[in-house]
């Protein structure tokens, strides 16, 4: 019976997800995997969103909810669809994914592929919460959401007597496993986590389309083992902690900046804007790169022959995220930040004084990169790559998505220069899964500078993205429109 | 110039194959080989048959069914909080207590005391007293003792 009423959750994703889908428009040679990622990854967010915004209102995640979300949104998506006629019905087209199946390196990869999948699955759903931050973080305040809801705030929150478990935190998961809960009409910490499983598979998508874009699909299928295979990553991905959650929310929208810097459609910087508000919502960490997102986006008018365009676009993009961010601001305003406080933390005395631990942590980086069993050999083939394919870097894609990566990496270490913590035990303890949140970049990354090597070795089956703008709503005008 | 050109054209071509294939290679490796996470958490899995994990199970049972109802409130005997160890497994019961017994609380220490971490749990233990155990409602107090030997017995009281 618990499957039947899974069934709502899932449900609830999917028809989430595929109203995202219609968001995102045509693109110019949709692809199955696109789609498909876009409609886990942002199904599961708007779920969470969703049920944090229900909550608002007094409503806690139970089975009543769940059914009228659902109706509603199948009668919004019918609506469309009748509004738009067959037209609709064709533009939602489904390519098959090409996977050259005499090719034996590419089928290895795929089942590998599922192999990675299977142990996060495994993981998600075999275990109870047991890592200590996903019962002490994420699980209890899950619990505390379905059993009291959020409005009138709950005790919970002002408690300092647990605020080891972080009461300023934001929701993002707590809402997921409290769905699980709703549906359920019970506590069930194993199948509490169904949500990160399919986020780590829309993330999988995500990485792998971004990759054939670019690349032939055996090298993307690569590009997308070594990215969902990372040690860290499998380690982390359905343990119930909220950072395989941040990452994928955060890397759909990368690759909606980077869509938006290459055909400038409305819909890929309001995807931008509502993936960086989700991620915001999900970890503290995903409201800086949501910051850092809308920042670039207001880079991206210089130098451009269509820099209204852009303007507007990265003004979009900032107020989507600032509309979506906006009502946990105000919610979670009262509530004690008696833990690291990082924002108050920030100060030039502080940075100052701690100038001593950059030696520390700056080695720690370094140890990290070259980990082997954590990382695998990301980092370093992303290393070697940039090297060889440097003229990656004529492209603005390229230079947009290794100033985030920059940027991202910055702030980590800004984080460790002023943790009130001791910052050994911090390092050992955090760092992994801090830069886990940049893996998938650096796939994308190691896509952007293989597609160039690929191109100067006059290898023309790719297809290498330039920075284009469409004249016509539909299609791609062949020139270049902005210089990186 | 036109070897400059055949260098990197030579690279082009010899570069990313090789290059994903020893980093696929070398995933398989950190994942599958002897003492990998991923290894271990499968034939964990198996090994378990979807039971949950003894300890846990344990501490689950002790907050959430075998005292039902009311708050409870922990005493550890015998434990150094220098030794790490020590301070883990206080740690873990206060986190899983208040996790497992959820919606009635666990206290170690005031409710006013700010707990931010293990260590600040174990700086801020008190002594349970009749004003507490009214305020707070109290109605268990779990005592984790812990022997010279090291072994850990736990017994329950009722103090309503």
């Not at chain 1, 090409?98 to 299977?118: D, E, P, Q, R, T």
């Not at chain 1, 359920?184 to 874009?213: E, H, N």
């Not at chain 2, 995933?27 to 198996?46: D, K, P």
């Not at chain 2, 005592?143 to 017994?155: A, L, M, T, Y």
């Amino acid at each position: 019976m618990d499957w039947v009423w899974l069934t709502f959750y899932l449900a609830a994703i999917v028809v989430f997800g595929t109203a995202g889908a219609m968001l995102s428009g045509e693109n110019e040679k949709p692809q199955f995997s696109h789609k498909l990622g876009l409609v886990v990854v942002f199904g599961t967010g708007s779920l969470g969103y969703g049920l944090f915004l229900l909550a608002l209102f007094g409503v806690r995640p139970t089975r009543w909810p769940f059914a009228v979300l659902s109706l509603v949104a199948v009668m919004v998506a019918g609506a469309h669809l009748i509004r738009r006629g067959k037209a609709s019905l064709r533009g939602v087209r489904i390519e098959p994914l090409h996977v050259a199946w005499s090719h034996v390196g590419s089928a290895a990869l795929l089942i590998l592929l599922v192999v990675f999948h299977s142990i996060v699955l495994v993981h998600a759903l075999a275990f109870p919460l047991y890592e200590w931050d996903a019962f002490a973080i994420w699980g209890l305040k899950a619990k505390v959401i379905a059993a009291e809801g959020i409005v009138p705030q709950p005790t919970y929150f002002t408690d300092v007597s647990l605020s080891y478990s972080h009461l300023d935190y934001p929701l993002m998961v707590p809402f997921l496993i409290a769905g699980v809960y709703g549906v359920l009409g019970r506590v069930d910490d194993q199948i509490a986590k169904l949500a990160l499983p399919l986020l780590y598979f829309g993330l999988a998508c995500l990485v792998f389309t971004f990759s054939k874009r670019r690349l032939p699909t055996s090298m993307a299928l690569a590009v997308a083992v070594v990215v969902m295979g990372s040690p860290v990553m499998l380690r982390w991905a359905g343990s119930g902690n909220a950072d395989v959650p941040m990452t994928a929310f955060y890397t759909t929208s990368v690759v909606c900046l980077s869509e938006w810097g290459e055909d400038s459609k409305w819909c890929s910087c309001v995807l931008c804007g509502v993936m960086s508000a989700f991620a915001a919502f999900t970890k503290n960490e995903g409201l800086v790169l949501g910051v850092f997102n809308c920042a670039i986006m207001f880079l991206l008018p210089i130098r451009s022959v269509h820099w209204k365009r852009r303007l507007a676009g990265a003004g979009l993009c900032t107020a989507v995220f600032l509309l979506l961010v906006f009502p946990w601001f105000v919610w979670s305003n009262g509530i004690p930040h008696t833990h690291e406080n990082y924002l108050a933390h920030l100060r030039f005395s502080e940075i100052a004084k701690n100038a001593s631990r950059i030696p520390i942590i700056l080695a720690e980086f370094a140890r990290q990169i070259v980990s082997l069993s954590r990382y695998g050999l990301l980092w370093l083939i992303l290393i070697v790559s940039a090297m060889v394919g440097w003229r990656a870097f004529r492209s603005r894609t390229t230079v947009v998505v290794w100033s985030l990566l920059l940027l991202q990496l910055g702030v980590y270490a800004l984080i460790f220069l002023v943790t009130p913590w001791d910052v050994h035990v911090q390092l050992r303890v955090a760092l992994d899964r801090l830069l886990l949140h940049a893996v998938p970049l650096g796939g994308l990354l190691l896509a952007l500078h293989l597609s160039f090597v690929r191109q100067s070795n006059g290898d023309s089956n790719n297809r290498v993205e330039l920075d284009v703008i469409p004249l016509s709503h539909h299609a791609a005008h062949p020139s270049v429109g902005d210089k990186a | 110039m036109e070897n400059k050109a055949n260098t990197v054209s030579w690279l082009a071509a010899v570069v990313p194959t090789p290059l994903l294939a020893v980093a696929v290679l070398c995933l398989c490796v950190a994942n599958f080989g002897s003492g990998a996470w991923s290894r271990n958490i499968c034939l964990e899995a198996l090994k378990r048959h979807g039971e949950m994990p003894e300890y846990l199970a344990k501490l689950d049972d002790l907050f959430g069914h075998q005292m039902p109802s009311g708050n409870v409130w922990i005493e550890f005997k015998g434990f150094n909080p220098e030794r790490g160890a020590d301070e883990g497994f206080m740690t873990y019961v206060y986190y899983r207590g208040n996790y497992a017994g959820y919606p009635r609380r666990v206290y170690v220490s005031p409710p006013s005391a700010v707990v931010n971490n293990g260590e600040a749990m174990v700086q801020q233990r008190a002594v349970l007293d009749q004003s507490l155990t009214q305020r707070l409602r109290i109605h268990w107090m779990v005592v984790f003792s812990r022997n010279e030997q090291g072994k850990i017995s736990v017994n329950i009281l009722r103090t309503q």
